[in-house]
């Protein structure tokens, strides 16, 4: 039998892997969506859609791959999203009109639902020991956070001297030769005892968690505010440039995001030994909001515009953290990656097409502040609901009654960290 992987080794093959699948499955496509449209002699918003297309489909797939993952544990999951990956990565570099390319983004977008975050999360919660949860997650999202400052400079210079067709086939060779070797070679399989296999195939034990009031509380903080920092992402450049700053320094500032993302994991993370992980990531949401209705009113100032990003930025990366480990510690192991899908899914559509939503809204006032007003209304409404499963919560606890659980124990454990 295959010996497991120390637990050490496969939150480094985690962290390295996410920050690859990331950057080519994800960040990548704004770089070449330009040369894309230029070739194929289309509206830049046509290409754009196959992007959206991409996320649509990782959200519908969510379910089924947290099903199997669940089920069958995450290594063949990974090792075959990865394989997809390449294949599909690689089909983008050679479509020749708009339909191939809705096809390849469909196929990448699968790949990203079997090889990204929600994946990963479930092979750490099925492998990792419970009080080793929370660094080992926050180990991997800290190194991925980096994947856009690494990929998006990366997929810039190779499409520069390269072309975007031969700069996405190399990204499609990088990507096979780290991640592949990495998910065959560091992830474990986990062979689940029968007590598992039969929870993780009871029918009656999801149902019985969405039926908790608790978790559609979750699923609308992290939606919502999924949503915000979606707009906040695309939009807070050219609303910078609109408060009549440079375009250069809107877009430096807007890069904050980026940093502030890993700081604000780093602080939960920090702060969580005297905090509930859902109040701090609660507070650290309401300062968002805070911060834009800063900016409405600063904004004209780089340096106040500047601190707004930066307070706002600490929120970019809190939910990606809070999120599994919130679940983890409220549902039952043996159904952590479906539950965790099902709750994924809206959130990535969130993701997607909320910032249309805020174009839409751009184009129909002609200004930015109903924009604005909806970043921080979301904010607000994520804040309140975490807080409102933080207090229901300890309620629930102080009376004796639990979230949905399960008796049956949870997955072999690594404890090397």
Not at 27 to 54: C, K, N, R, W
Not at 283 to 308: H, K, P
Request: net charge positive; charged share 10%.
């Amino acid at each position: 039998m295959r010996r497991p992987a120390a637990a050490g080794t496969l939150i480094m093959a985690l962290a390295i892997s996410q920050t690859v699948g990331f950057g080519v499955l994800y960040y990548m496509f704004a770089v070449f969506l330009p040369a894309i449209a230029a070739e194929f002699g289309v509206d830049p918003s046509q290409v754009t859609g196959a992007f959206a297309a991409g996320v649509l489909a990782t959200a519908v797939a969510a379910v089924p791959v947290g099903r199997w993952v669940d089920r069958r544990g995450g290594r063949g999951m990974l090792v075959g999203g990865a394989v997809l990956g390449v294949v599909a990565v690689a089909g983008w570099s050679q479509v020749r009109n708009l339909a191939e390319l809705y096809l390849a983004m469909v196929a990448i977008g699968i790949a990203g639902a079997m090889v990204l975050y929600e994946v990963a999360f479930a092979v750490l919660v099925q492998v990792v020991e419970p009080r080793r949860r929370q660094s080992a997650i926050l180990a991997v999202t800290v190194v991925a956070g980096f994947a856009s400052t690494i990929f998006i400079p990366l997929a810039g210079l190779l499409n520069e001297f390269y072309g975007w067709r031969i700069a996405v086939l190399l990204l499609a060779v990088l990507f096979g030769a780290v991640v592949i070797p990495l998910h065959v070679l560091a992830v474990p399989q986990v062979r689940r005892s029968a007590a598992v296999r039969r929870a993780a195939a009871d029918r009656r034990l999801l149902p019985t968690v969405l039926r908790d009031p608790g978790f559609w509380l979750l699923g609308l903080a992290f939606t919502v505010h999924g949503g915000a920092v979606a707009i906040a992402a695309v939009h807070t450049v050219s609303y910078l440039i609109a408060l009549g700053h440079p375009a250069t320094l809107s877009a430096a500032v807007a890069g904050l995001f980026g940093a502030m993302s890993v700081a604000g994991r780093l602080l939960v993370t920090r702060l969580s030994a005297l905090l509930p992980i859902a109040t701090l990531t609660a507070v650290i949401m309401a300062l968002q909001a805070v911060a834009i209705v800063v900016l409405v009113f600063t904004g004209r100032s780089i340096w106040a515009a500047a601190v707004c990003v930066l307070v706002f930025g600490l929120g970019f990366g809190v939910a990606t953290i809070a999120r599994p480990v919130l679940l983890a510690e409220r549902y039952p192991t043996a159904v952590f990656a479906t539950v965790s899908g099902v709750l994924a899914a809206p959130m990535i559509l969130a993701k997607a097409f909320a910032p249309l939503g805020a174009a839409l809204l751009l184009a129909t006032f002609g200004g930015y502040l109903p924009m604005m007003l909806v970043v921080i209304l979301a904010c607000l409404m994520a804040a309140g609901a975490l807080w409102l499963f933080q207090f229901r919560d300890g309620r629930q606890r102080r009376s004796g009654s639990e979230a949905p659980r399960s008796n049956v124990s949870a997955e072999p454990t690594l404890t090397r960290l």
